[in-house]
Each structure stands twice: as structure tokens, then as C-alpha cells.
């Protein structure tokens, strides 16, 4: 059985006081719920006051993104052990924002892949299709390019840590959310990638999450899809009481 995950990404969004503050506020909302794996995922310079914040409770912290070395002249970037450092137990690693606006591709995202995991950090790894790639009949194409190039290189072993995210870019912040039967066509199509990938037993453990405009009011049917395991939230994600909502979509 999969555990079901919901996670948030804040994104370009909180303060350190507002990111504690939504902690202490979600914890009491969401006390005692243990069968669904809880995330926050935040800026780098809340990381550290977050994963306090969350010491204790049922939320787990993360960051947006990472580079793959460990040190050096870098400049401006954060290492996975910084991060884990930071307290956080988790890296979400190459979002369609970060593919459209900061140059990231599948080869980047293979070596911060590798990097989290090697740093003892569990890796979400967002795919998904542009609008003009679902109109050309592309969807799958993308999302097998995505998955092969992202997780190239792996093990069995590694896959343990690593969960999936399905955002389709044309979903993302805009209120369109793929239907339940678009989101279970493509999730049920990325396991059978992580089947050729790595087997049977790897593609059955894996989660792969949804992500674009997931709501209170319609996480429960895309919840509901046989291959879809949780949701990567981002604007529901920003107010305690919706992302409680999420959380607790089997109520
Ligand atoms: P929205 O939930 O705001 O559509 O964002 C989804 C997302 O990009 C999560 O990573």
C-alpha cells in the first residue's frame, strides 16, 4: 500500500515568522493523522525555522530545489546537506518553473537527483507537460522523457526515496485542474515508465503525486484515481486551513 502524501510548495511565498506561524497553526488542525505523509516545502530562508517549528509533529520540511555539489565557488547556491543541515528531511528538484525560468533540464535534474538522495534527503521529482505539447499529443512523450532523463541511473534501492510529481504546466496556478481521468491516464502511464525502469515491485512502491490547482474541493475525486497518491499543492498550500483540508481528504 502507498502511502498517501500531500505535500506544499510554497514557492516565492512566507516570511520566516508567517512560515512558523502557518505551522503552529496547521499542527492542531491536522494532530493524529498518521496514515497520510505531510510536507511542507519552502524558501531557503525559512528552512531552519520551519523544520523547528515542525519538531515534534506530523509535518515534515523541505526545500524547492538544491544544487548538486556538495561545496565550492558556487555562488548562490544551497547543497542537499545544507538542506538536510537545515533540518529538512526532503528536496522537491526540477518544477516546471524552475524548467521554464531557471534553465533546468532533465540532466540537471538527474544531478541534484542524485545529490539529495546521496545526502540522505528524500527527492520529489516534478514532471509534466506543456499546454501546446497535450495539444500535439505529446502528454506521454514528455512525461516518459521527464521520468527516464530525471531518474537515469538509479536503484532500486534509491528509488525508496524518490516520489513523483505529475504537474501538467497548463494545471499550475491557473484553476484549471486535469480531470480525475486525464490525471489517472498519465499517472498509471509514468508507472508503467518506472516499470520498465526498475520493475514491477519499484513501480508498485513509488508515489506519484498530482500537482495543478489542487483544491479542497476537488482533492477527494482526484484522490480517488487508482494510481494517483497524493497532490503538490501550491496556492491551496499558502492558508493552514486549506491545506488541513487536503490533508484530511478522506474525511
Ligand atoms: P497550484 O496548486 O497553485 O496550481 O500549484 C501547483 C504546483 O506548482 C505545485 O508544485
Redesign the pocket.
Known sequence: MRKPYI???W?LNKTIAEAVDFVNTLKGEIAGINDVEVGI?APFTCLSALSDACKGTNIASGAEDCYWEESGAFTGEVAPSMIKDAGCSFV?IG???RRQFFGETNETVNKKVKAALAAGLQAIV?VGEMLEERKAGKANDVVKDHIVGGLEGLSAEQMKNVVI?Y?PVW?????E?ATPAQAQEIHAFARSVLKDMFGEVVAEATRIQY?????PDNVKELMACADVDG???????LKPDSFAALVKFKA
Open positions: 505535500c506544499g510548495n514557492k516545502g522537491i518544477h516546471s518553473e516534478c510529481a504537474e494545471a499550475i496556478g491557473t484553476g485542474t500537482g495543478g490547482s489542487v483544491k497532490a503538490l499543492v501550491g496556492g491551496a498550500a
